[in-house]
């Protein structure tokens, strides 16, 4: 009914101008025949005087339609106009998405997709402010990436917990309205309405969108711009997912996939870089190698299964103790080595006489024995890396002809060049 009243109300000002138009025809032809009737010398009086009312007539009546149908003109005037620039704004948002998927493109990590969130976000949404948050490598938080424009006093929260999250927990847009009966998201903590949007691609969230607004017509301001803010989180979402997908690509390159190591090529790679550091900055670099001992004869007594269980747990044992800038690789089979970064000798032993605890108490946990031989080598004044990790091999199979389950330190660089140095002199 609707639909038809509407139909009904547009064809009306058409009505009108088809009958202004007819009455204006008609006036044209009388006229024509008067002056063709005139000069023919046929127009009586009698024909004259019906002429020329009839004109006034049609003319009176001409008006009275025109002044009828033009304020239906000038309200057909106006909604073409506000057609023209709803037309021009929604291409203009069209070309700001477009550019900003060519822009995402291009992105090389998350800060480079951030830049252009907040300036696409910026220039579509210019009076909202908004957030970006994204899961975690453990995807048990969502971890604020960006922020743009946010009121004082109502800056958003540094984590949500996806079970404080309604956007996150049902998939669907959820609105954050002020007001007592409203049902908001338990992380909401600020005084404005927001709009969170779950970011999706291929099935899965990626992270969260939230647009703000403050003031008594927020909820309806974010109402109307609701669709261009999903498409925002659209094209933001299938970067994340891009995003996501290179850098488990990567990790797949540069990890072992039993243990999460780094694999062997990526540690030859950071020892040439770390080694290249060491010495540029006069600063200590350590090595540890590592070997499970009597590994083979766990697989061949308790199964591989346990073999890789004992194999990834010690990695994970490993990993508990690292610092910020050490590195851990999987050499190959049970062997595994750990880079430190400014540790001299000394304290590298000591570093790895934890890792040789932490690996030990494994036996506790399956109930076999689990223990490792570590040799530890330290390099500072040369660049020749592979020099220093022969030498923690060389110490890591003393460990093992010493009685195994023991750290031995290698002679360090610094005394092996000076002792080097003394016997070409002598």
Avoid at 105 to 128: C, E, I, K, M, Y
Avoid at 302 to 331: F, K
Avoid at 380 to 400: G, H, P, V
Wanted: proline share 3%; glycine share 8%; aromatic share 4%.
């Amino acid at each position: 009914m609707r639909l038809e009243l509407h139909s009904a109300g547009k064809k009306a000002p058409e009505r009108r101008f088809i009958i202004s138009f007819s009455l204006i025809g008609c006036l044209a032809v009388l006229a024509f025949v008067r002056e063709l009737l005139e000069r023919l010398g046929m127009l009586s009086g009698d024909l004259e005087s019906f002429s020329s009312n009839s004109e006034i007539a049609l003319t009176v009546l001409l008006l009275l339609v025109v002044s009828a149908a033009f304020p239906q003109v000038l309200r057909e005037m106006k909604r073409r106009r506000n057609s023209t620039v709803d037309a021009e704004r929604a291409l203009s948002q069209i070309e700001l998405l477009f550019n900003m998927t060519d822009m995402l493109q291009s992105a090389l990590g998350h800060a480079d997709a951030n830049s252009v969130l907040r300036a696409t976000a910026s220039a579509l949404l210019p009076d909202f402010g908004g957030a970006l948050y994204i899961f975690n490598n453990s995807g048990d938080r969502l971890e604020l990436s960006a922020s743009w424009q946010w009121p004082d006093g109502s800056a958003p929260g540094e984590t949500i917990s996806p079970s404080e999250c309604w956007a996150i927990k049902r998939g669907k847009n959820h609105f954050n309205l002020i007001g007592n009966n409203a049902l908001c998201c338990e992380h909401q903590q600020c005084c404005v309405t927001t709009m969170e949007i779950p970011m999706m691609a291929r099935g899965e969230i990626y992270g969260l969108l939230v647009v703000q607004r403050d003031g008594p017509t927020a909820e309806k301001e974010l109402g109307l711009i609701a669709p261009a803010a999903n498409a925002l989180a659209d094209a933001m979402s299938l970067s994340l997912s891009n995003l996501a997908l290179r850098e488990r690509l990567r990790s797949q390159a540069l990890r072992d996939s039993l243990t999460g190591l780094y694999n062997r090529r990526y540690m030859e790679d950071a020892l040439d870089r770390l080694s290249g550091e060491a010495v540029a900055n006069q600063s200590p670099l350590s090595i540890v190698m590592i070997d499970l001992d009597h590994f083979k004869k766990l697989n061949d007594e308790h199964g591989h299964a346990m073999g890789d269980s004992v194999l990834g747990e010690a990695a994970s044992a490993i990993l508990s103790a690292m610092g910020p800038r050490d590195i851990a690789c999987r050499y190959g089979g049970e062997e595994l080595v750990v880079l430190l970064p400014d540790c001299g000798l000394e304290e590298g032993v000591a570093r790895a006489e934890l890792l040789r605890g932490n690996i030990e108490r494994l036996s506790e946990l399956h109930g076999v024995s689990v223990s490792a031989s570590l040799g530890v080598a330290a390099i500072t004044e040369t660049s020749d890396a592979q020099n220093a990790l022969d030498d923690a091999d060389k110490a890591l199979y003393r460990a093992k002809k010493e009685g195994r389950n023991r750290v031995v330190a290698a002679p360090s660089l610094r005394r092996q060049i000076s002792a080097s140095a003394i016997a070409r002199a002598a």
